[in-house]
């Protein structure tokens, strides 16, 4: 069964390090997401791609937060200089174009920062 | 813009218990809902979606949610629950016309004590 994959599965960096996490959407899906998720809430939509194209970022914290997909494929998540409020689950997401919200996730990426 | 209540942090219930765990949604559009499933460190799995007709959804694991426009909610039961069904639970909305990007709930801790 087709999954969703992300690396690292755990990191630990200290403040103001520098940290980056990879996801590899499912074969075919056009749509994908990075969703974060702090402990105890709901994930919440920090970007999404169509595509190699920026559809909604509206919620990310470009100060720090940078997000890519260059070939329309794999996607990377930047975090620089991480602060201790990035400590989360991030999660990774992708759906088909014509998506009805039927997400498929990851297993997510726990950053902890000290 | 639409936003998700669940309106029970923690539910706890004995082993073959029937369970609801509920859900209010606010929406000046029609909506997409669903729930998701997550277990301890990993991504959410699809459980059920409404998108249209019957207000009466069936998904996996014997889990079904009930529509109910007039007021405004989707809660979610099961019957008999099982020890496997512990996890965290996720009520969520989409807007059809914004491309299947989900908005969360803070989410439902059921407990599923033997």
């Known amino acids: 069964e087709a999954e969703v994959a992300q690396s690292p599965r755990y990191k630990i960096t200290e403040k103001s390090q520098a940290v980056a996490f990879w996801c590899d959407p499912i074969?075919?899906?056009?749509?994908l997401y990075w969703y974060r998720q702090i402990l105890g809430q709901g994930p919440e939509l920090l970007v999404q791609f169509q595509d190699e194209s920026v559809v909604d970022d509206s919620q990310l914290p470009k100060d720090r937060f940078s997000a890519e997909r260059l070939k329309g494929v794999d996607s990377t998540l930047k975090i620089q200089p991480a602060e201790l409020g990035d400590s989360a689950m991030y999660l990774c997401a992708s759906s088909l174009p014509d998506s009805t919200g039927e997400l498929f996730f990851g297993e997510g990426s726990r950053l902890t920062v000290l | 813009a639409q936003s998700v209540t669940q309106l029970d942090s923690q539910v706890p219930v004995f082993e073959e218990a029937p369970v609801e765990l509920r859900c209010n949604y606010s929406?000046?559009?029609?909506?997409?809902l669903f729930w998701y499933v997550q277990y301890p460190n990993q991504g959410l799995q699809l459980l059920l979606k409404?998108?249209?007709?019957?207000?009466l959804v069936k998904g996996i694991n014997g889990f079904e949610a009930e529509f109910n426009k007039s007021q405004t909610s989707f809660h979610l039961r099961k019957p008999s629950v099982h020890i496997s069904d512990t996890a965290e639970y996720f009520c969520a909305v989409s807007d059809p016309y914004q491309g299947g990007k989900l908005i969360f709930g803070q989410g439902t801790e059921l407990s599923v004590k033997p």
């Open positions: 074969s075919g899906h056009a749509t």
């Open positions: 929406s000046s559009v029609s909506v997409y």
């Open positions: 409404y998108l249209s007709g019957s207000t």
